[in-house]
């Protein structure tokens, strides 16, 4: 497809339970972001990747929260052990950025809303 | 590392008054800037952006923005508001050069009063 795309759209799971986001971001961009979005909260940055590699994983609010990347392509963020806490809408953003790019907009997709319960 | 401040968690306003949503940013080195707009249960979308150039920027549905160096500042500007434009909006900032991440303020909720 042509933008960011992310699966599920809604998700449910107890309490406990591990949880798997994933997200296709545009063809080409190099770029990928998760973002939380809490009610009131507005958006939590959790992890930055460039290529597979993860320069900035300062977002990531504890050690059951891990994403990886693989050839540069589709993005899984998982959640172990789940907490109500985490109930939110994950958002994903790709950017092309490149040697020549003076653009980083961030495309977003239309994210995953995770309920625990 | 850089930061964005919105001091408006909610702003409202009646149809056809002008509206100012304000963001203040902070970083030692040269920025892009973002304005983003999410409709009530749809994703984001980027309304405008300040790469370099002129600092008054022009989006789309009417808005602009100015950046100020000396203020950090990018406000976003629209001189007459519909109740289409109810939304939340969102201040972005990257450090200039790519392979940066973008980091968002907390957001304006904006509602156009009828």
């Known amino acids: 497809g042509a933008g960011v795309s992310q699966s599920p759209s809604n998700k449910v799971t107890e309490k406990g339970k591990d949880v798997e986001l994933r997200c296709d971001p545009i063809?080409?961009?190099?770029?990928l972001y998760w973002y939380r979005q809490s009610l009131g909260q507005g958006l939590e940055f959790l992890i930055y990747f460039q290529g597979n590699s993860a320069p900035d994983k300062s977002g990531l609010p504890s050690d059951r929260f891990s994403a990886e990347r693989t050839g540069g392509s589709v993005s899984t963020l998982t959640i172990q052990r789940t907490q109500q806490e985490d109930s939110a809408v994950y958002l994903c953003a790709s950017s092309l950025v490149g040697l020549r790019s003076v653009s980083t907009e961030a495309f977003f997709g239309q994210g995953t809303r995770l309920t625990v319960v | 590392a850089q930061s964005v401040t919105q001091l408006d968690s909610q702003v409202p306003v009646f149809e056809e008054a002008p509206v100012e949503l304000r963001c203040n940013y902070s970083s030692s080195v040269s920025v892009y800037l973002f304005w983003y707009v999410q409709y009530p249960n749809q994703g984001l979308q980027l309304l405008l952006k300040y790469l370099s150039g002129s600092t008054l920027v022009k989006g789309i549905n009417g808005f602009e923005a100015e950046f100020n160096k000396s203020q950090t500042s990018f406000h976003l500007r629209k001189p007459s508001v519909h109740i289409s434009d109810t939304a939340e909006y969102f201040c972005a900032v990257t450090l200039s050069g790519g392979y940066q991440k973008v980091t968002f303020g907390t957001g304006t909720k904006l509602q156009v009063i009828p």
């Open positions: 063809s080409g961009h190099t770029a």
